[in-house]
């Protein structure tokens, strides 16, 4: 009868983890192979008795092990060389390898729970493998952002620069570091960081919402202190450049929503102002600062209501 049908595994399964092998291929289907996962070699021969019972017991153990670990049987008969070559003096005769060597082995039809057992054995002593770069990379990136999110600039430094170490073209690795910059006042060196960006990289969420707000942060270079141009706002009411201008020095101070604030009273003071000026500017505001940020949450509102009212 079919083992595979006794164990319930499906033919395509044996045959990825189960496999009859000779001595021209020992080296790759034993020695290589157990470099990534545990390989089991079953020697044994059409006339030996124990051999048939063992043989079966072994299949179903290495199918239950859901691909922990594989096994290559090797008929003496028709194999001689290789058998000698590993001392097989009686059989049936079973030797792990792991990492291209002889782990450990049994001799004789042992117990299907002393199999299992064996099988438990190697499997714990194999090494991990090793894991994805593409996961390795990924749980980097999230580590970094953590920092980001804590305040901790120089860890996050850290970690992208380590991405980028394997990943030189790492275009969230590079918009992280460019992030730190502008986090620590420095937008020059965040202008040229993000020039390393690829054109995919650019369409990331990250990258538009920094570039905003880099834009933004130009813009309000060599305009005067929110204080100054309040002061003008109040001997002039009616200027909507003043208060146009106050809303860029506002968000360049990190006064979010003073800034949402001062373009919405000119959008309901005049909603064609400079062609729809700061109602655009004020959707630029939203997409620098995010649409979760409470000041994007809260300015969305204060539009609608003059939008719709």
């Known amino acids: 009868m079919n083992s595979d049908l006794i164990n319930g595994a499906t033919p395509t399964q044996s045959a990825d983890l189960i496999k009859d092998s000779n001595t021209q291929n020992f080296a790759a289907d034993v020695l290589e192979e157990s470099q990534n996962v545990p390989v089991l070699v079953d020697f044994w021969a059409p006339w030996c ?3 048939k019972q063992l043989g079966p017991m072994i299949e179903s153990a290495v199918i239950k092990a859901g691909g922990k670990v594989k096994l290559v049987k090797i008929d003496i008969d028709q194999n001689q060389a290789i058998a000698g070559q590993m001392g097989i003096q009686s059989i049936p005769a079973v030797i792990a390898f792991v990492g291209g060597r002889p782990l450990d082995g049994f001799m004789g039809a042992i117990p299907e729970s002393e ?6 054995k190697v499997i714990s002593a194999a090494p991990a493998a090793p894991e994805d770069p593409a996961a390795q990379i990924t749980a980097a990136l999230e580590q970094a952002q953590g920092a980001m999110d804590a305040g901790d600039f120089a860890s996050a430094s850290q970690i992208y620069s380590q991405i980028l170490q394997f990943d030189q073209e790492n275009d969230e690795a590079i918009i ?6 502008v986090k620590l006042g420095d937008t020059d060196k965040a202008q040229q960081t993000l020039m390393a960006v690829s054109e995919d990289g650019q369409k990331l969420d990250t990258y538009q919402k ?9 813009e309000a270079d060599g305009l005067e202190t929110p204080d100054a141009l309040e002061a003008k706002l109040q001997n002039n009411p009616e ?7 106050l809303a860029i020095a506002y968000n360049a101070a990190d006064e979010r929503l003073k800034a949402a604030e001062a373009l919405v009273a000119i959008i309901k003071q005049d909603r064609e102002w400079n062609e729809d000026g700061a109602r655009t500017k004020l959707l630029e505001l939203f ?9 994007s949450v809260k300015g969305r509102r204060m539009l609608s209501a003059v939008l719709f009212s």
Do not use: V, Y
């Open 49 to 51: 008795g124990p051999c």
């Open 176 to 181: 992280g570091i460019a992030t730190i910059h």
């Open 115 to 120: 199999i299992k057992t064996f099988i438990d």
């Open 239 to 245: 200027n909507h450049q003043i208060r146009f201008d």
């Open 210 to 218: 920094l570039n905003a707000s880099l834009n933004l942060a130009a």
């Open 287 to 295: 997409e620098a600062w995010g649409p979760m940020d409470p000041a």
